[in-house]
């Protein structure tokens, strides 16, 4: 298996294609990471070299640990086999849309990015009540400002696999037991 | 959907039956976040009150960082489908396993659990070339101590879903949005 660095547009095009990541805050030194979904326009760039990704969160820990500390980090990974997976990392910081007339226009765009996919956002309402966070409040919009991105693509080896082509399975595989291990119940369940 | 608090207990069953989590550390108070594989001994709480996730890595960055700063995040989640996912979040600790007589015990124990998944470190050591990191280093071996563990559970809603029975598919439902737009290479690329 080779792993390649990626190119800023490729790492862009896995951002457009998902919409669920892992989002790090710290506070006193003290990292926290969580599951969050996200949408980003894969234009925005042709307008402005800066981008972002876009999202919302009932109040609690994550918010008040970004509002009090907005370095953020971001991972967003596919992962289809051992030797087929891409991960891109960003460094970013993070950007509190309140909900005032200088920050209309923004939210009525994520609000719009949000409303292409219904009810996807659904678990955040889920979740919140046994995160400590209430649902008597409105949600926070807010934006992660993409300041550093970087992504990393696992190709097939040239010599095992012939530049990519499928080649036969091979016991004991990383990949294997990982699967079998983390998801069999998936299977069975079915 | 439903979600629910999860014992301790079944926080371990969800790390022993997983190989891959996201690994949180901060400098600085920038987090930064990663894919990481680890092996969690599910029986080792019966001896001892602490418990640990083991890993090893090649030098780099999130080696250099956790030296710096032990306090880390780990986040291990199944996503089966949108109101079938469990997330567990660990705050912990980085402790090294030197290769030194005082941990030669610690340092075997996590080659054994190593060595019952074959290959499936691999890619720690291909991603390692195009992360910085060099391959004529001697791999890292560590743990994550558990400080705090929780862990969050999605149920079938009991309206909806007659006490977690299969639902037929909703149309628009966030969750088909998700694989479709996440996951829909896999299905055309296979």
Known sequence: MLVREMTVDECRAVLAGMRIGKLACARDNQPYVVPFHF???????????????????????????MRANP?????VDEIKRQDDWT????????????DT?????ERASAHEMFSRHAMWWQPA?????????????????????IEKMTGHRAVGDLVEGQGGAKRP??????????WTHGRSKTEKER
């Open 101 to 105: 007339t200088q920050f209309e226009a």
């Open 39 to 65: 949408a980003y326009n894969d234009n925005a760039h042709i307008h402005s070299p800066i981008t972002h990704l876009y999202a919302f969160s009932m109040p609690g820990q994550k918010i008040e640990w």
């Open 125 to 145: 309402y889920a979740a919140t009540e046994h995160r400590g966070e209430s649902q008597d409040s409105q949600p926070i919009y807010f934006r992660i400002r």
């Open 169 to 178: 399975p091979t016991p004991h595989h990383w990949w294997d037991n990982l």
């Open 71 to 75: 370095l953020v980090c971001v991972e």
């Open 87 to 98: 991960s891109v990392i960003i460094f970013g910081r993070y950007e509190e849309l309140p």
